[in-house]
């Protein structure tokens, strides 16, 4: 059985894994799945608002401007482009603070510059807030910079290590 926070997550129904999902899983999807019709900081606050949390306003903005985004806040995502799309679904995932944090490819669309304060924030909040961190990724570089390697190839595990330096 898979335990998520003392749930066997097969012995809940729809809306008890989505309810420990929303609580305790953050995600940053290559397709960032941002709402069209909310601004950036609208979206970064999405999953509080699903939570019935209110209030957070200050660390949405916070949020944004680590992610390099203090000025483009009232922003549509169709006036964002791709990197800053991506940054604000970040900012999103960040949000409520998760125990896991899911990130497929999570600096694909950023230029070097803007990716490096990125993986930044995406390891101190694995350390300060003892997130685990699930990073899918085709960067050797952020790669090496986790605990534990797992590599795979046409759907299999090809190798898994151990990394001592990260």
Known sequence: PIVLDGSAIETLDQDERAALRNRLVGFVFQSFQLIPTLTAIENVLVPLELRGESGKQDEAEKLLVEVGLGDRMDHYPLQLSGGEQQRV????????????????????????GTSEPIVEMLFRLNR??????VLVTHDTKLAAKARRIVTMSGGSIVSE????TS
């Open 161 to 164: 290590e151990e990394n001592e």
């Open 89 to 112: 679904a970040l900012a999103r995932a960040f949000i409520h603070r998760p125990k896991i944090l899911f990130a497929d490819e999570p600096t694909g669309n950023l230029d070097s």
């Open 128 to 133: 300060e807030a003892e997130t685990a961190l």
